[in-house]
């Protein structure tokens, strides 16, 4: 019985949760195997029987590079599927969406649910020793009740499935609640008009000595060097980790930012570049 874990993460909040939650698959006899999307392309997936999809809530929704895999996913045959999400605050059913379609696509759905985590669209314009700093990495990440959850209910599910139990035994509901679509709406709405602001406000300042780091690592191919600056193109997810990685805090999003906090996953040491 093999689980297939996918993730996209900007800046490591996903990227934790997604190892994390292999570890607490690990502890039922399955292989699980945990993947970046920018690691493997959909046709080029490992052999599996359960797939989980994880992402960072970007305004309500997937990010955009995880709703363009997804639809380039192989049929789910009937196999089953769970997603997970990480937010700062409301995630207006994304997980939940993402559950959806999956099972357009054939898949079986098993189970999903959503952790808090530090929001990196907040954390960039607070100050370095404000509390609220302080409480965010002084949380304790080694105990994430959402996401142990999930995992008791999938382990479970797969050792049923591996002794021959039909999928669709295990299969959950994904009831939209009352009045619940018109706020998702506003919301994805509100963060839409607010992203084509914020897209225009990347800069690089004084501080920038043309690593080229950030140029490596933009999943979205969207910073190049012109004429010995750091430029930023009309392509940006928005996933802000440009910002958070440089090592010189150089990019910025305006004048907030400067010289405040940054954020490379609950333990410091997210590696864009490097996805195990």
């Not at 029987?49 to 309500?60: A, K, N, Q, R, S």
């Amino acid at each position: 019985m093999q689980i297939l874990i996918l993730y996209f993460s900007g800046t490591g909040n996903t990227h934790y949760a997604a190892h994390y939650l292999a570890r607490r698959l690990e502890r039922f006899p399955l292989e699980v195997l945990v993947c970046s999307i920018e690691q493997v392309p959909p046709d080029k997936l490992p052999a599996f029987d359960i797939l989980g999809v994880g992402f960072p809530v970007h305004g309500g929704e997937a990010p955009i590079p995880l709703a363009a895999y997804i639809r380039s996913l192989p049929p789910g045959d009937g196999r089953g599927a769970f997603a997970f999400c990480t937010k700062g605050a409301f995630a207006a059913g994304a997980s939940r969406r993402v559950l959806r379609r999956l099972t357009e696509q054939g898949y079986i759905p098993l189970g999903e649910t959503g952790v808090n985590m530090p929001g990196i669209d907040l954390l960039p314009f607070l100050a370095k020793d404000s509390w609220l700093l302080r409480k965010m990495v002084e949380k304790d990440y080694n105990h994430l009740k959402p996401l142990d959850r999930l995992a008791g209910r999938i382990g479970e599910i797969a050792l049923a499935i591996k002794q021959g139990d039909d999928p669709t035994e295990f299969k959950i509901q994904l009831p939209t609640l009352p009045g619940s679509k018109t706020i998702e709406k506003l919301w994805i709405k509100l963060y839409d008009r607010m992203a084509i602001w914020l897209r225009g406000k990347f800069y690089a300042d004084e501080r920038c000595n043309l690593c080229r780091l950030c140029v490596r690592a933009c999943p979205a191919g969207n910073i190049q060097v012109v004429d010995g600056r750091i430029r930023f193109g009309d392509r940006c997810y928005l996933c802000l980790r440009c910002l958070h990685q440089c090592p010189q805090e150089a990019i910025q999003l305006g004048q907030g930012t400067v010289g405040k906090a940054r954020w490379r996953g609950p333990m410091g040491d997210f590696n864009p570049l490097v996805h195990p």
